[in-house]
């Protein structure tokens, strides 16, 4: 079974506009850590946000924040007045630590910003 | 903090050749983690240390592939022989604690 699933392979975005981006996993274990990463055309991982299960508000950087609603399972990454730069690949991982913590990545969301 | 550096960034190699990529994690960092990025398969997880111990190298493809992790500061993915299926971005990462994990540039693997 897959442990992170992002069901929308591409999507695109009015510059300006917010943009959510979904994240849904799978895991028995109580302590768990979500990660988003943004790959470029260039081709780098840069991270982006973190949420720890046991963190009860969702987490923000700048324009990014993340929708958390655990007993959904889903973390959901948010965009705020997306830019041209945003544009690019965006994963979702998951660190379990009875997995010895290492990430486990979704298949990606391919976002385009429309100018 | 130059981050994690993998080398070389490119690497194109004929079928049957030996393919060594290399990575050098951030000082401090303890942990360190091998990826394969493919279109077909995505991110896979294909060995990782803990303090240059081998924890889980079940994700190795087959045993054509090796890695070692020497001393905290260095480490190595070979392939051998390598196949034109082998064609991926290799990423390395290293982690010191839970929260973080930072990814080096990648290695482009072209096998013709």
């Known amino acids: 079974a897959q442990k992170i699933t992002q069901t929308q392979p591409g999507m695109f975005v009015q510059e300006k506009e917010a943009v959510t981006l979904d994240c849904t996993y799978d895991?028995?274990?109580?302590?768990?850590?979500l990660f988003w990463y943004k790959q470029p055309s260039s081709g780098e991982m840069i991270f982006l946000i973190y949420?720890?299960?046991?963190?009860?508000q969702n987490a923000t950087e700048g324009r990014y924040s993340l929708n958390f609603q655990k007993a959904r399972k889903s973390a959901n990454l948010v965009i705020s007045a997306s830019q041209l730069g945003d544009s690019a690949m965006y994963f979702c991982?998951?660190?379990?630590?009875?997995?010895?913590?290492?990430?486990?990545f979704g298949g990606g969301t391919r976002l385009m910003v429309k100018p | 903090d130059a981050g994690v550096i993998q080398s070389p960034r490119h690497e194109v190699t004929e079928m049957g050749q030996e393919v060594t990529l290399r990575c050098k994690p951030i000082?401090?960092?303890?942990?360190l983690f091998w990826y394969r990025q493919t279109m077909m398969r995505g991110l896979e997880l294909l060995i990782y240390?803990?303090?240059?111990?081998?924890?889980?190298d079940s994700g190795m493809p087959e045993d054509r592939f090796s890695a070692k992790m020497p001393n905290a500061s260095f480490s190595t993915l070979k392939i051998q022989p390598s196949e034109p299926r082998d064609s991926a971005v290799y990423f390395c990462?290293?982690?010191?604690?839970?929260?973080?994990?930072?990814f080096g540039s990648g290695t482009r693997l072209t096998v013709v």
């Open positions: 240390f803990n303090n240059n111990v081998p924890i889980d």
């Open positions: 990462a290293s982690s010191r604690q839970r929260n973080g994990y930072t």
């Open positions: 000082s401090g960092h303890n942990s």
């Open positions: 991982a998951m660190r379990e630590p009875n997995a010895g913590n290492m990430l486990t």
């Open positions: 949420q720890g299960s046991y963190d009860e």
């Open positions: 895991t028995s274990d109580q302590s768990y850590g």
